[in-house]
């Protein structure tokens, strides 16, 4: 057993790192393998000896508030033009029905009062956008099904705590219907006045430059904890309200830069996620698991089958949601971390209480875990069956290139795969958009690039411009939408002589050494050719290959991969131009 809190630290970060690495590699919800790991370190690490009961709900408390306001930066309500009636009516109408459902069906399978069967319903209202988030990404559900889910799965979770509470408050205290009543107005007032009131400031502090560039990041956080901690003081658990509206109120305004902070803040909430769930599965007890799974089965199979197909008929009656999309948003809502959390928080204020909080924190877990289990396997699948899934991204970002550019993008749309053209000139822009091509002319650091980006299907970039300044700056920014092992461009030696650059992806080359922009332009303006091949590549003609593209679109910028069947290639050529000088030695 470790005792030591560095080691034990230590083996939860490493544990986590490794489970998040390896479900990417696999591509499936990485929350798996951490409730797997997290109950296999419980022989092994006791969390609460090790770092001690009021720290670690702390901390736990804590990183729930990161991940909410973590969640609340990707809600941009701009974006919910058919869904907002049914996000509403989900965390109103359809929470109300999941907590019946849930409270009904737990009183009857399992041996405890009502007052906890009721507060049990509560705290398997939330959606888990831990689990949510990570799905949509390799689902990729069109809109406003996307929308819906994510806007459902961050509002949820603050709206479902916030009930919980005031249940439980009503266990210990024994407090009247109105005193309840009052209750629930309390805490969410708290939540929401919090929230904006500390969003106003931050957004008066950023957008008047009164934080340094290298402490806006430090500034937010320190609001998040800081209003978190506030709301928590004024009205218990009505902090995780007011960080969710935090993190919305941060999204949609745009008076003040945003994209870094949520940038820094996405990969923050990706360590607290691991974190949390190691910790919390090394709570759980795998024989009291054992002991309660078959009435907690029974509850994942009411909430799966009838309260959530349920609780989406209610909230989509009328509203603009098509057939197949209301057919899978009946299909998908896993709980996630932040019931898992409240569960562990609310039996430690029962136990302290003196009240016996029975099965709560093993029947959640189960139902977290059964939950995650049927989401993960089952949700890509369904949603290519009733075909509300779009397609996987295959097009091609150009930065720059002028007529090369333009007439590789111009074979890449002849072979059906999109293209967009990035920091082009004017004088280029219109020349691109003479030919039918598509052109961002826009700010690059904007959400407005990034749904460009998305809207068009892009998958893969290539850095023309022989600039570095506008190719470093182009290839960082598309590298986190589209990944830095998706970024190529030319193997330009003369690039990284300036001084004063910061270079931080660095494009796998596409083209032989010294095959610069201005190079290739020129070549195609006195007359090299852009063509297609057949599927056997020619070699030894004076035709450079820039990439192949497969029957389905896909595109292949490896010059050293295996050629596939039914592949195209993409030339340059032929013998426009001598050899490139050798490298000086």
């Not at 809109?143 to 509002?155: Q, Y």
């Amino acid at each position: 057993m470790v005792t030591d809190p560095l080691e034990a630290l230590a083996i939860v970060l490493v544990l986590a790192a490794a489970c998040q690495w390896a479900a990417d590699r696999i591509r499936i919800p990485s929350v798996l393998l951490l409730l797997v790991a997290g109950v296999s370190l419980s022989p092994v690490i006791d969390p609460d000896e090790v770092f001690g009961e009021d720290l670690l709900f702390a901390g736990i408390g804590l990183g729930v508030a990161i991940l909410l306001f973590e969640g609340g930066t990707s809600l941009r309500w701009r974006r919910l033009h058919t869904g907002r009636s049914t996000v509403i009516r989900l965390v109103t109408i359809g929470a109300a029905i999941a907590w019946a459902a849930g409270a009904v069906v737990s009183g009857l399978v399992l041996d405890i009062d009502t007052e906890l069967a009721v507060l049990l319903g509560a705290i398997l209202i939330v959606s888990g956008p831990t689990v949510v988030i990570p799905l949509l990404r390799v689902v990729r559900p069109r809109e406003p099904t996307r929308s819906v889910l994510r806007w459902e799965g961050i509002v949820i979770d603050p709206i479902g705590a916030a009930l919980a509470i005031v249940v439980l408050d009503a266990i210990i205290e024994d407090r009247a219907g109105s005193a309840i009543v009052a209750r629930v107005l309390t805490t969410f007032g708290a939540g929401l006045a919090v929230g904006l009131l500390v969003s106003l400031a931050l957004i008066v502090l950023l957008r008047r430059q009164l934080v340094a560039d290298h402490l806006q990041v430090a500034v937010t956080l320190a609001a998040v904890v800081g209003s978190y901690a506030a709301a928590n003081t004024v009205r218990p658990e009505a902090g995780l309200l007011a960080v969710t509206v935090l993190g919305m109120a941060f999204a949609n305004q745009r008076a003040a830069p945003a994209a870094h902070i949520a940038a820094f803040n996405e990969h923050l909430g990706t360590s607290v996620l691991g974190v949390l769930f190691l910790v919390l599965g090394a709570r759980v007890e795998l024989a009291e698991v054992t002991e309660y799974l078959v009435p907690s089965l029974v509850i994942v199979a009411v909430l799966v089958l009838i309260a959530r197909p349920l609780s989406v008929l209610a909230s989509t009656l009328g509203s603009d949601v098509g057939p197949r999309d209301r057919l899978f948003l009946m299909t998908l809502a896993p709980r996630g971390v932040v019931a898992a959390a409240v569960a562990s928080l609310f039996a430690h204020e029962l136990d302290h209480a003196g009240v016996d909080p029975g099965p709560l924190v093993p029947v959640v877990f189960t139902v977290v875990t059964g939950t995650v289990l049927i989401a993960g396997t089952t949700a890509r699948l369904l949603a290519s069956r009733l075909r509300v899934a779009e397609p996987d991204p295959s097009g091609v970002a150009l930065i720059g290139g002028g007529e090369f550019g333009i007439a590789i993008a111009d074979a890449l749309n002849r072979l059906h795969v999109p293209t967009l053209h990035v920091g082009l000139s004017e004088h280029e822009a219109e020349r691109a958009a003479a030919v039918g091509q598509l052109a961002f002319r826009g700010r690059m650091d904007t959400e407005e690039f990034a749904e460009a980006v998305e809207a068009v299907g892009i998958a893969h970039v290539l850095a023309l411009s022989g600039t570095d300044h506008l190719d470093a700056f182009a290839t960082t920014r598309l590298a986190e939408i589209v990944g830095s092992a998706n970024i190529y461009g030319l193997d330009d030696p003369d690039l990284d002589a300036e001084a004063g650059v910061a270079q931080t992806v660095a494009p796998r080359p596409v083209l032989p050494v010294g095959y610069t922009s201005e190079r290739l332009s020129e070549a195609v303006r006195n007359g090299a050719q852009v063509r297609i091949t057949g599927p056997k590549r020619a070699r030894g003609d004076g035709w450079l290959t820039v990439c192949r593209v497969g029957p389905q679109g896909t595109v292949g910028f490896d010059p050293d991969a295996d050629e596939k069947a039914g592949e195209v290639e993409v030339q340059v050529g032929p013998g426009m131009f001598p050899e490139p000088a050798p490298e000086p030695i």
